[in-house]
Antibody
Framework: EVQLLESGGGLVQPGGSLRLSCAAS????????MSWVRQAPGKGLEWVSA????????YYADSVKGRFTISRDNSKNTLFLQMNNLRAEDTAVYYC???????????????WGQGTLVIVSS | QSVLTQPPSVSAAPGQKVTISCSGS????????VSWYQQLPGTAPKLLMY???KRPSGIPDRFSGSKSGTSATLGITGLQTGDEADYYC???????????FGGGTKLTVL
């Protein structure tokens, strides 16, 4: 059974940093691209970032480019999102998602985690 | 302002059919596959359709997807009260080199 378990969310002050993790199990992690998608309270879904199975190709939304870094540790089946210089508008539930295809340039996510809440506030 | 445009809401009676549109451009829908997601309140999104019209296992054939040019459509027949949810389209944008979601459509089954 595929499982994705996010952690690392919490309350942080504007300008601060957080590192989200997503522990994956139930599939060959290194073979699949992964993504982060977020949802601000009461708002729609927003694609954040994607990474190839090997980790050598990454993509970012313009809203987070230069502040967020996606990475993965295939030896530990874990996906990360390092978030720096956080802003109030980054407040959201962050979901990690498995890409149904192997390429990161895909919008098809067949499995999602339960999400972790990030609140940026002073 | 979302790159992909969806109607904010649609409604229909139980047993009826509804369609949800998703409009984009050549840089996204026009040249890439579209996926659709259903999100029930308080839950993570669920994949309904990928590669425009393919249903993952477990998704009933009441759900269908299509694409024409720079627009895509999700169809739901035999509406049930359990279909009340938010629905999102998403695709890759080749110019932005990023994924782009529609703003979401709230389905009400009257």
């Amino acid at each position: 059974e595929v499982q994705l378990l996010e952690s690392g969310g919490g309350l942080v002050q504007p300008g601060g940093s957080l590192r989200l993790s997503c522990a994956a199990s139930g599939f060959t992690f290194r073979s699949y691209a992964m993504s982060w998608v977020r949802q601000a309270p009461g708002k729609g879904l927003e694609w954040v970032s994607a990474i190839s199975g090997s980790g050598d190709t990454t993509y970012y939304a313009d809203s987070v480019k230069g502040r967020f870094t996606i990475s993965r540790d295939n030896s530990k089946n874990t996906l990360f999102l390092q978030m720096n210089n956080l802003r109030a508008e980054d407040t959201a539930v962050y979901y990690c998602a498995k890409v149904i295809l192997r390429k990161p340039e895909s919008s098809s996510f067949d499995y999602w985690g339960q999400g972790t809440l990030v609140i940026v506030s002073s | 302002q979302s790159v992909l445009t969806q109607p904010p809401s649609v409604s229909a009676a139980p047993g009826q059919k509804v369609t949800i549109s998703c409009s984009g451009s050549n840089s996204n829908i026009g040249n890439n596959y579209v996926s659709w997601y259903q999100q029930l309140p308080g839950t993570a999104p669920k994949l309904l359709m990928y590669e425009n019209n393919k249903r993952p296992s477990g998704i009933p054939d009441r759900f269908s997807g299509s694409k024409s040019g720079t627009s895509a459509t999700l169809g739901i027949t035999g509406l049930q009260t359990g279909d009340e949810a938010d629905y999102y389209c998403v695709t890759w944008d080749s110019t932005l080199s990023a994924g782009v979601f529609g703003g979401g459509t709230k389905l009400t089954v009257l």
